[in-house]
């Protein structure tokens, strides 16, 4: 991959984040009971398996009205998986900790988020 040209997308912080993010909710949810399997741990992992793709959608030719669009639709998802993040520490799936420092990062993608969709003029 080094000695490919990287798309547009693939060099935004924001795309990599969101792509960080995404794994980082994955492992989270293999420790979820088997019960959450097809309910909780699934809506999670599309919820912020989608926000990546929506970011790099964006810069790939769309006019900046399209690109906030798709960024909008990326904070959808952002906020869904925060919804189940929350369910997840009701249900005692994560630890106080690990919500904390999940939630925070959560947080920390929304301000470059924030940040990029600033940078997309009108």
Known sequence: MDAMKKSKFEKRITWQKAMDFGEVIY???VSFPEKEKFNLASQICRASDSIAPSISEGPIGQSNPEQKKLLGYSIGSFTGVVTCLFKSKRRNHVTPHTFHEIYGGAFHLMDIM???GK???S
């Open 119 to 121: 940078n997309i003029t």
């Open 114 to 116: 924030g940040v990029f």
């Open 27 to 29: 492992e989270m949810v």
